[in-house]
C-alpha cells in the first residue's frame, strides 16, 4: 500500500448529514486515503448506518493533504492540524452551535493528526472554546510513537506502510528527528485529556489479523489506557460491509454510549421537526434507529442503539 500525492489538495470538511437543530457533532478524521470509510462494496457506515443510530446528530468529514503530515516536518503538521479545526470551528461559530458537544472518530494517522489539532487548538485563543466541548475521541489503529529503538522501529514499519513496501526507507538519523516531534503528540494529548478544561473519554482499537501496522502498544494512548483488539486488518478497521459485522457493533456500542451520557445530560427538548438534508437514505429492514421527524409522543430523545 502506498500514498498518492495531490499537490492541489487542500483541507476541507464534508457533511455528511447536516442538521439545523443538532444536538452534537460527530466528526470522522480519515486515514491514508480520504475515502477510509468505504468498503470494497461500496458501504459508507458514517453516511449510510450512523444516521439512523445517531438522528441527532450532524455527520461531518474533515479531509486533509496526507503526504503534508507524515515525514514533512513538523511545521506541516501544524499548519494542517490548525487548518482541521479552523474548518471545524467555521462551521461552529452561531449560537446555536458553538457549545455542542462533539465527538471525533479517527482512523490511523488521522488519528495522530486529531490529537495534535486538539492540543494546539487548546493553545490557541481563538480554538480552545472548542475543548469543552468534546465528549469523545475513538481511535481506529491510531499510532503513538515514543521514543527510543522501539520507538525507531515503530516509525520504520509505519513508513513502508505509508509510502509502501518497496519504497527505500529513510536513514535513522533523519528517522530520529521525526520521531523527535512524533513522540511528543501522545503526550501533550494525554495531559490535555486529564486537564481541567477536558472532558472527553478516549477509546483506542487496533487490528489482531493481517500485517500489524498498528499493535496494541503502538495503539496506546497513555500508560493507563486498555486499546481492544478487532479481529480484522487495520484497513478494515475503518470499513465494515454491512451492519451485522461484530466488530462494527462493538465500534457503535462505544459512539452509542456517549452519545447517550450527552442526551442525559442535556435533558428532556421539545422535538421541532426534523431539519434534515442529509444525502443518505434509511431503507430495509435494519433500519431500527429513531429517525427524523418520527412522532415519538413525548419531548425526550433517545438515541438508535438496536439492530
Known amino acids: 500500500m502506498s500514498v498518492t500525492v495531490d499537490p492541489k489538495k487542500k483541507v476541507t470538511v464534508e457533511l455528511l448529514r447536516d442538521l439545523a437543530d443538532a444536538k452534537v457533532d460527530i466528526v470522522f478524521v480519515h486515514g491514508l486515503h480520504d475515502d477510509t470509510w468505504k468498503a470494497e462494496n461500496g458501504f459508507c457506515w458514517p453516511e449510510t448506518l450512523l444516521p439512523a443510530k445517531a438522528p441527532h446528530a450532524r455527520i461531518l468529514s474533515l479531509k486533509y493533504p496526507v503526504d503534508s503530515v507524515f515525514f514533512n516536518g513538523e511545521g506541516n503538521l501544524l499548519r494542517t492540524s490548525s487548518r482541521l479545526i479552523n474548518k471545524l470551528t467555521d462551521l461552529r461559530k452561531d449560537e446555536q452551535s458553538k457549545s455542542r458537544p462533539a465527538i471525533f472518530v479517527a482512523h490511523c494517522l488521522g488519528g495522530m493528526v486529531l490529537e495534535n489539532a486538539l492540543v494546539n487548538a487548546s493553545k490557541d485563543d481563538e480554538q480552545k472554546a472548542l475543548i469543552p466541548c468534546v465528549r469523545g475521541v475513538l481511535l481506529l489503529g491510531s499510532p503513538h510513537f515514543a521514543a527510543g529503538a522501539e520507538g525507531l522501529k515503530a516509525v520504520k514499519n509505519y513508513y513502508r506502510y505509508f509510502r509502501g513496501a518497496d519504497a527505500s526507507v529513510p536513514n535513522d538519523d533523519d528517522l530520529r528527528e521525526e520521531?523527535?516531534?512524533?513522540?511528543?503528540?501522545?503526550?501533550?494529548?494525554?495531559?490535555?485529556?486529564?486537564?481541567?478544561?477536558?472532558?472527553?473519554?478516549?477509546?483506542?482499537?487496533?487490528?489482531?489479523?493481517?500485517?500489524?501496522?498498528?499493535?496494541?502498544?503502538?495503539?496506546?494512548?497513555?500508560?493507563?489506557?486498555?486499546?481492544?483488539?478487532?479481529?480484522?486488518?487495520?484497513?478494515?478497521?475503518?470499513?465494515?460491509?454491512?451492519?451485522?459485522?461484530?466488530?462494527?457493533?462493538?465500534?457503535?456500542?462505544?459512539?452509542?454510549?456517549?452519545?447517550?451520557?450527552?442526551?442525559?445530560?442535556?435533558?428532556?427538548?421539545?422535538?421541532?421537526?426534523?431539519?434534515?438534508?442529509?444525502?443518505?437514505?434509511?431503507?430495509?429492514?435494519?433500519?431500527?434507529?429513531?429517525?427524523?421527524?418520527?412522532?415519538?409522543?413525548?419531548?425526550?430523545?433517545?438515541?438508535?442503539?438496536?439492530?
Open 179 to 307: 520521531l523527535q516531534h512524533l513522540a511528543t503528540i501522545p503526550q501533550a494529548f494525554q495531559a490535555l485529556q486529564t486537564s481541567s478544561e477536558s472532558k472527553f473519554e478516549v477509546k483506542s482499537f487496533y487490528a489482531s489479523e493481517g500485517d500489524v501496522i498498528v499493535g496494541k502498544t503502538l495503539a496506546k494512548w497513555s500508560e493507563k489506557s486498555s486499546p481492544q483488539s478487532l479481529g480484522r486488518s487495520h484497513l478494515q478497521l475503518s470499513q465494515y460491509e454491512d451492519e451485522s459485522d461484530d466488530d462494527l457493533e462493538d465500534v457503535l456500542r462505544i459512539l452509542i454510549r456517549w452519545l447517550s451520557q450527552i442526551d442525559q445530560a442535556s435533558g428532556p427538548r421539545e422535538q421541532t421537526g426534523s431539519g434534515d438534508v442529509s444525502n443518505a437514505t434509511f431503507s430495509g429492514s435494519h433500519n431500527s434507529g429513531m429517525q427524523l421527524g418520527q412522532n415519538t409522543g413525548n419531548s425526550t430523545f433517545s438515541w438508535g442503539n438496536g439492530k
